[in-house]
């Protein structure tokens, strides 16, 4: 198992990444809805080998942006 811990401190390190430099439309989104959504949304969460834009675990969604 030493490989998928150091797969998934590759993808920890590059979802920081992905957070500090977010899309147009991503901060579009994140600022006008949804970090003022009354359920807690999250930014670049890791899944297995994935990364999703976002994600709200309460209503169990996963907000993925491709493109404008």
């Known amino acids: 198992m030493p490989n998928s811990k150091i797969h998934n401190d590759r993808l920890l ?6 957070r500090s430099g977010m899309t147009e439309h991503e901060r579009k989104l994140w600022y006008c809805y ?3 959504c009354r359920f807690k949304f999250k930014r670049q969460v ?3 080998n994935y990364i ?7 209503a169990r969604l996963v ?3 491709d493109g404008d």
């Open 13 to 18: 390190a590059r979802s920081r990444a992905l």
């Open 34 to 36: 949804l970090n003022k």
């Open 46 to 48: 890791t899944f297995g």
């Open 52 to 58: 999703a834009d976002f994600y709200c675990q309460k």
């Open 63 to 65: 907000i993925e942006l």
